[in-house]
């Protein structure tokens, strides 16, 4: 069974950072890329950024552009989010998503097939 | 970038079909993806690549794409399917590898 586990949600104040966590199991964890995505309170799904298996690929949506960085520990089965310079509007529960495949160049098929259950981050002062 | 279009309700009687619909220019040229969001809770992967369902998804969930609009229908409809839904595509124009619609809540 894919598990997917967030951690590090909190609140922090505008500008500050926070670093948030997934541990996954139940699949070979290399293989896939994962991701986050966020969910603003009462609003709907937003794509943040994913990572290939390999590590060597990483996209941002526009708005975390320049602010957030995604990275992964293949041997702890583990990746991460830094969120820096942190806005009221990224206020929201940010959920681990693995793809259905590790992330190729040129793919066309993209789509989450396992989410955690998230971790709250919440902006403001 | 690439825009999907979803309308924020559908409501439908128990035992009846719904039919959610997820517009998008040429959206028949993409894949296009489905997901159930119960209240708070995560998503849920409900159907893939246009039509295909994931293993322990009912057949009563059903996709379908063409022209400008992919449609995502439920049949026999229950209290337990009333939830959010998402239809998601890749962005070929952008590095955007998900895009979500707006989304849709059915309501039984």
């Known amino acids: 069974e894919v598990r997917l586990l967030e951690s590090g949600g909190g609140l922090v104040q505008p500008g500050g950072s926070l670093r948030l966590s997934c541990v996954a199991s139940?699949?070979?964890?290399?293989?896939?890329?994962l991701g986050w995505v966020r969910q603003a309170p009462g609003k709907g799904l937003e794509w943040v950024s994913t990572?290939?298996?390999?590590?060597?690929?990483?996209y941002y949506a526009d708005s975390v552009k320049g602010r957030f960085t995604i990275s992964r520990d293949n041997s702890k089965n583990t990746i991460s989010l830094q969120m820096n310079s942190l806005r009221a509007d990224d206020t929201a529960t940010y959920y681990c998503?693995?793809?259905?495949?590790?992330?190729?160049?040129?793919?066309?098929?993209?789509?989450?097939?396992?989410w955690g259950q998230g971790t709250l981050v919440t902006v403001s002062s | 970038s690439y825009v999907l279009t979803q309308p924020p309700s559908v409501s439908v009687a128990p035992g009846q079909t719904a039919r959610i619909t997820c517009g998008g220019d040429?959206?028949?040229?993409?894949?296009v993806h489905w997901y159930r969001q119960m209240p708070g809770q995560a998503p849920v992967l409900v159907v893939h690549?246009?039509?295909d369902r994931p293993s322990g998804i009912p057949d009563r969930f059903a996709g379908s794409n063409s022209g400008n609009t992919a449609t995502l229908t439920i049949s026999r409809v229950e209290a337990g399917d009333e939830a959010d839904y998402y239809c998601?595509?890749?962005?070929?124009?952008?590095?955007?590898?998900?895009?979500f619609g707006s989304g849709t809540t059915l309501t039984v």
């Open positions: 998601q595509v890749w962005d070929g124009s952008t590095d955007h590898l998900y895009v």
């Open positions: 040429n959206i028949g040229a993409k894949s």
């Open positions: 690549s246009d039509s």
């Open positions: 990572i290939f298996g390999s590590g060597g690929r990483t």
């Open positions: 998503a693995k793809d259905h495949d590790r992330g190729v160049v040129g793919s066309i098929l993209w789509y989450l097939d396992s």
């Open positions: 139940g699949f070979t964890f290399r293989n896939y890329a």
